[in-house]
């Protein structure tokens, strides 16, 4: 049996680096494969993320409303089965739960829930909370039980998410507990976010070791007297450099400078019937090997650098690699069928979802059609008949044509038959009038209004064309040129952004063709060649000279020399939103020249904190 855990950074993402979910699951080879940070909600499951031929899928998504947190986070686990039902296989689980404390998808009021063993001396709330955010996917094998987990992260300033974290595995700790005094073997495979050691992070500093979880984390392990192996260490006791995440915005897996924080912990007595044998447990009897996937990071040993400020060539992947164990002897387990956790049973899945909306429609469409009943709207054109045609039936905001308008009526509202007020058949009968949304644009004397996409790029030349009233534009001052081109970068924002030009400026020779214009009563149309041409010319005059700008203001790094890059502090503080320079090349080891200098510098005086 070969388990895989696998923190994908989007689930959507993957797949489409894939092709679809059954590439992406069969390119791990493996029996159970175990996905963190899906990024999914609940209602976003469908199909072709879930299922997948010959796997049975289980998944636990976000349930908070939380200001960031809806949509992030998500787990689910994938077990490659050869049948669904009456199966005898150990990675098909004969259970499943979403979370770990038994009270997900149950009302808080609802006494008869029942939190899990080992947790009652929590509260409800702290419960629901540490499990509200999709972290966990509990699936028992008969032979071991499995946790596939996402732990939280938590920066060292925010004391908030360092509580929740605490709460989280204080609560996981005694749901293990629990299990292993029942003889339950556990396996804990999953993005944990905690480096238990030094050669597990590649910038262990002098602080690193006093981490409160990081100490939790070893208290669990053991050789410090807890229950669990850390399966990748047992079998890679000295390796240095393993490495499973790096960060993606300073480029430093091109030096593979990253951490450890990927797991697969065991804790248990091993499968063999003998009892008491010295130096048998688990991981020694049953684990072949454990290592890290390193054909999925996205940099390569031996590609050219490509790092420069940004990624030159995008690359497809997560910002983690997978990790794997093999087990060897795994015995059948008793018949058995997939668990009703399963995505296979979910509503959405096999369209539900499409019918709920249309009820909704149906809805809409007939509290529309009683509000027009109750505002003495007539309707004609609709058979008293049960089965009426949508194309006959229509109120204001559809074609009108079918209908005739009563002339002694003050409003010249349309008739209907005021015997026929049944809401169902009003609402299969106006389906069409709910979905009708730009019935105004169909309205006689009305020019329909072109809206620009919000996402639709302009062009530098859009930024120095004039007005299409050009009489406007020769009456405007054209002597504003240098005024408005000493001012036009700001020592600030000079590294990024090219500025916003004056539709008045103009060059002196097009002051003169204008001035020439006025004189003799003649104005240019906007699409002369010659104006256009003027209006080209000042452009490119214009963005050359502030590139110019630009490349005299970036500084150099001091270990390399070569041009910085600038950025945005983007963390809530008093520098929120400042610039600053940093060396353009890619996060490494300060023993490699060919890293990153650390050369730091801020962009302007004002951004600097006092």
């Known amino acids: 049996m ?41 209602q976003e499951l469908t199909a072709d993320l879930a299922i997948a031929d010959g796997y049975e899928s289980f998944f636990s998504c976000t349930r908070t409303s939380d200001k960031g947190r809806t949509g992030y986070s998500g787990v689910a686990t994938f077990c490659r089965v050869k049948s669904a039902f009456s199966s005898v296989e150990a990675a098909l689980p004969i259970a499943a739960e979403e979370g770990f404390t038994g009270l997900l998808g149950c009302s808080r009021k609802d006494e008869e829930a029942e939190v899990a063993e080992g947790l009652e001396e929590f509260s409800r709330e702290e419960l629901l909370k540490v499990d509200s ?6 699936t028992d094998h008969g032979h071991f039980v499995l946790f596939n987990l996402y732990g939280p992260r938590a920066a060292s300033d925010d004391s908030d998410r360092i509580q929740f974290k605490h709460s989280f595995y204080k609560i996981l700790e005694k749901r293990w507990e629990s299990l292993l005094r029942r003889g339950r073997r556990i396996f804990v495979v999953g993005d944990l976010n905690i480096a238990p050691c030094a050669i597990d992070r590649c910038d262990a500093g002098p602080d690193f070791e006093k981490n409160e979880f990081r100490t939790w984390f070893r208290s669990m392990l053991v050789e410090s007297g807890g229950h669990f192996f850390d399966v990748f260490r047992a079998k890679n006791p000295n390796r240095r450099e ?18 450890r924080i990927d797991h697969i912990l065991c804790a248990g007595s091993c499968l063999h019937e003998e009892d ?18 390193t054909e ?47 995505a296979r049973y979910l509503p959405m899945i096999h369209g539900l979802q499409q019918t709920l909306v249309s009820v909704l429609m149906r809805r809409q469409a007939a509290k529309q059609v009683k509000s027009h009943v109750d505002e003495k709207v007539m309707l004609e ?43 169902t058949e009003e609402a299969a009968c106006t389906t069409k009038i709910a979905l009708n949304r730009e019935y105004v644009s169909s309205m006689p004397n009305k020019e329909p209004v072109k809206r620009a996409r919000k996402n639709q790029q302009l062009s530098l030349k859009s930024f120095f064309q004039k007005t299409p009233n050009l009489g406007n534009v020769v009456d405007s001052s054209c002597t504003d040129i240098s005024t408005n081109q000493t ?27 204008n001035a020439s214009a006025s004189s003799q009563g003649q104005v240019e149309q906007d699409g002369s060649p010659c104006l256009e041409k003027e209006k080209t010319n000042v452009a490119l005059l214009e963005w050359q000279r502030i590139q110019l700008l630009m490349q005299n203001s970036i500084p150099l790094c001091k270990g390399h020399k070569e041009p910085c890059v600038s950025r945005v502090v983007k963390k809530p503080g008093p520098t929120f939103g400042h610039r600053f320079y940093v060396c353009a090349r890619a996060e490494g080891p300060a023993s490699n020249p060919e890293a990153n200098c650390g050369y730091f510098r801020w962009a302007s005086l004002k951004s600097r904190p006092k």
Request: net charge negative.
């Open 296 to 342: 999925y990071k996205r940099w390569k040993p031996g590609n050219a650098p490509r790092w420069n400020g940004g990624w030159n060539i995008k690359l497809e992947g997560s910002d983690h690699a997978p990790v794997y164990t093999s087990l060897a002897e795994i015995p059948d387990v008793s018949e058995h069928s997939t668990p009703s956790l399963a």
């Open 381 to 423: 054109g609709c058979s008293n008949s049960v089965k009426r045609s949508i194309t006959n039936c229509d109120v204001p905001g559809t074609n009108i044509s079918n209908c005739s308008l009563d002339q002694d009526s003050e409003n010249s509202i349309l008739k209907v038959d005021k015997h026929s007020e049944d809401l």
């Open 133 to 138: 955010e999709g972290r966990c996917i509990i």
């Open 2 to 42: 070969k388990i895989v855990t696998y923190n994908v950074n989007g689930l959507r993402q993957r797949i489409s680096q894939f092709g679809s979910l059954l590439k992406l699951l069969n390119s791990f080879d493996a029996d159970i494969i175990c996905i963190q940070e899906t990024k999914l909600r609940r």
């Open 242 to 259: 393993a490495f499973t995440c790096w960060p993606s915005n300073t480029g430093a897996e091109q030096f593979n400078y990253g951490t």
């Open 487 to 513: 001012g036009v970068l700001d020592s600030e924002n000079q590294s990024q952004e090219a500025p916003a030009m004056d539709d008045r400026e103009c060059s002196p020779k097009q002051n003169d063709m």
């Open 276 to 293: 008491d044998l010295e130096g048998h447990d688990f991981v020694t009897c049953h684990v072949k090997e454990c290592d890290i996937l």
